[in-house]
T-cell receptor, first 113, second 111 residues
Framework: DAGVIQSPRHEVTEMGQEVTLRCKPI?????LFWYRQTMMRGLELLIY????????DSGMPEDRFSAKMPNASFSTLKIQPSEPRDSAVYFC???????????FGPGTRLTVT | RKEVEQDPGPFNVPEGATVAFNCTYS??????FFWYRQDCRKEPKLLMS???SGNEDGRFTAQLNRASQYISLLIRDSKLSDSATYLC????????????FGKGTRLHILP
């Protein structure tokens, strides 16, 4: 298996633009997680899905952020409009069941200018 | 009190030495504990789970102290390749077992 795949790996955009991050989880994993990592706040869980259904989105910072999982092999995290404070590394992770090993993708490094 | 707290470090340790660091957690009902390792500009990867009785994996030993609500990671005979950030992970039973990551402890092994 190729592991969790994320795209793009790097994204530089201007304030106000829409940003879409993509994730392909490991095949067979029922749980998918979106995290954001910054130096100040560390790794924060934004939202997670179970069998394509959003379970907990309490970590989503505000309405500018949205996430979807239209099928078992694809998820998106969208920021519209983007702001400089959204600059961070965004990780997607997947697991078979919760409370066991999560497999992280390589992350998307987002810079909003 | 923060949910999961770690000394950010950095811990600068000579190669071959033993190093240990702790992680405290706030919810006494937490049941699942893990150590993840994150290399610079890379994704976190599971290092080991932490079991109630303590567990060992080669040079790495993890322990749980429920009374004082902390877990620990001990690395013996440290290698240059052990240089990384070590993240403590704990579940929160009060929030549907949401997984909480600590901010990590940076470890530098010096040649």
């Amino acid at each position: 298996d190729a592991g969790v795949i994320q795209s793009p790996r790097h994204e530089v955009t201007e304030m106000g633009q829409e940003v879409t991050l993509r994730c392909k989880p490991i095949s067979g994993h029922d749980y998918l997680f979106w995290y954001r990592q910054t130096m100040m706040r560390g790794l924060e869980l934004l939202i997670y899905f179970n069998n394509n259904v959003p379970i907990d989105d309490s970590g989503m910072p505000e309405d500018r952020f949205s996430a979807k999982m239209p099928n078992a092999s694809f998820s998106t995290l969208k920021i519209q409009p983007s702001e400089p404070r959204d600059s961070a590394v965004y990780f997607c992770a997947s697991s078979l069941v919760p409370l066991v090993e999560q497999y992280f993708g390589p992350g998307t490094r987002l810079t909003v200018t | 009190r923060k949910e999961v707290e770690q000394d950010p470090g950095p811990f600068n340790v000579p190669e071959g030495a033993t190093v240990a660091f702790n992680c405290t957690y706030s919810n006494s009902a937490s049941q699942s504990f893990f150590w993840y390792r994150q290399d610079c500009r890379k994704e976190p990867k599971l290092l080991m789970s932490v079991y109630s009785s303590g567990n060992e994996d080669g040079r790495f030993t993890a322990q749980l102290n429920r009374a004082s609500q902390y877990i620990s990671l001990l690395i013996r005979d440290s290698k240059l390749s052990d240089s990384a950030t070590y993240l403590c992970v704990v579940n929160d039973p009060d929030r549907d077992d949401k997984i909480i990551f600590g901010k990590g402890t940076r470890l530098h092994i010096l040649p």
